[in-house]
């Protein structure tokens, strides 16, 4: 029985952009985008210069967004 192996001569160049060469990595990107703007959006609401909705106070409104909001785009 003889075994042959294959020697790799290299991975192929990345074609276009990096972060967007693989699946996953937008989502990283997107996220991490996310957090800024909501860090920016919840800071607005805490300090009262925009209003929560009415069903939600600024507290509940936080714990929801790191929930469902960035902790599914990480996820993803």
């Known amino acids: ?14 074609q276009g952009w990096a972060p967007f060469a693989l699946g996953f ?16 959006l919840w800071t607005l609401l805490w ?7 009415a069903h939600y ?6 714990a929801h967004e790191m929930l469902f909001g960035y902790a599914v785009a990480v996820i993803a």
């Open 47 to 53: 300090h009262g210069v925009l209003a929560a909705p």
């Open 1 to 14: 029985m003889t075994l042959t192996t294959h020697r790799q001569t290299g991975a192929a160049p990345v």
């Open 25 to 40: 990595r937008p989502f990283f990107l997107l996220s991490a985008l996310a957090a800024v703007l909501l860090m920016v």
């Open 57 to 62: 106070n600024p507290v509940a409104w936080h």
